[in-house]
């Protein structure tokens, strides 16, 4: 099973396109990025984050447990 769905690249918007930057590079990295942006902006892209059905990998010493979102 993928992490990431088969998902058509070409066809997200730029809202999309920095929404799935953002969870891919996760929670601690995105939040230094969102600092820099507006409250309505963050919103807006919080909102677009959660419509991406991804599955989150949490490693745990040597076994990968995996939630569904």
């Given amino acids: 099973m993928d992490a ?5 690249y070409d066809k997200l918007g730029k809202l999309q396109k920095l929404a799935l930057f953002l ?5 601690e990295a995105a939040s230094e990025i969102l600092r820099n942006f507006e409250d309505p902006d963050i919103e807006l892209l919080v ?6 059905d991804i599955i ?4 745990v010493r040597q076994y990968n447990l995996c939630q569904l979102p």
């Fill in 23 to 27: 969870i891919v590079i996760g929670p």
């Fill in 47 to 52: 909102k677009e984050m959660s419509s991406f």
């Fill in 56 to 59: 989150t990998c949490i490693p």
């Fill in 4 to 8: 990431i769905p088969n998902i058509e």
